[in-house]
């Protein structure tokens, strides 16, 4: 069972820079995707990026390429999103997930969520 605890949200004014944090417990990473989502108000849950535990292959939504950077901290077993140049369409709870591969196939854990509000 992994528990996924984010941190970093807030609220920036657009432009403004902000990184989120996931930091994970309760068993190894090796065999997960670790993975950003964000819902905004009304909205569903959408993708935003990912990375690979391993090998740190990333992924991202077209709508945040070039500005939002995941990356992992073995270590620390944390994931990060920096996320630059702010936008107000960027307003959403931002989610952690862990997504099992190979023999952790199957398996889904989400964190509960933080807030970021970016004003225009």
């Known amino acids: 069972q992994v528990q996924l605890v984010e941190s970093g949200g807030g609220l920036v004014q657009a432009g403004d820079p902000l990184r989120l944090s996931c930091a994970a417990s309760?068993?190894?990473?090796?065999?997960?995707?670790l993975g950003w989502y964000r819902q905004a108000p009304g909205k569903e849950r959408e993708f935003v990026a990912s990375?690979?535990?391993?090998?740190?292959?990333?992924v991202y939504a077209d709508s945040v390429k070039g500005r939002f950077t995941i990356s992992r901290d073995n270590a620390k077993n944390t994931v990060y999103l920096q996320m630059n140049s702010l936008k107000p369409e960027d307003t959403a709870i931002y989610y952690c997930?862990?997504?099992?591969?190979?023999?952790?196939?199957?398996?889904?854990?989400w964190g509960q969520g933080t807030q970021v509000t970016v004003s225009p």
């Open positions: 997930n862990a997504q099992g591969v190979g023999i952790r196939i199957g398996q889904d854990f």
């Open positions: 309760g068993g190894t990473l090796s065999n997960y995707i």
């Open positions: 990375i690979t535990w391993n090998r740190g292959m990333t």
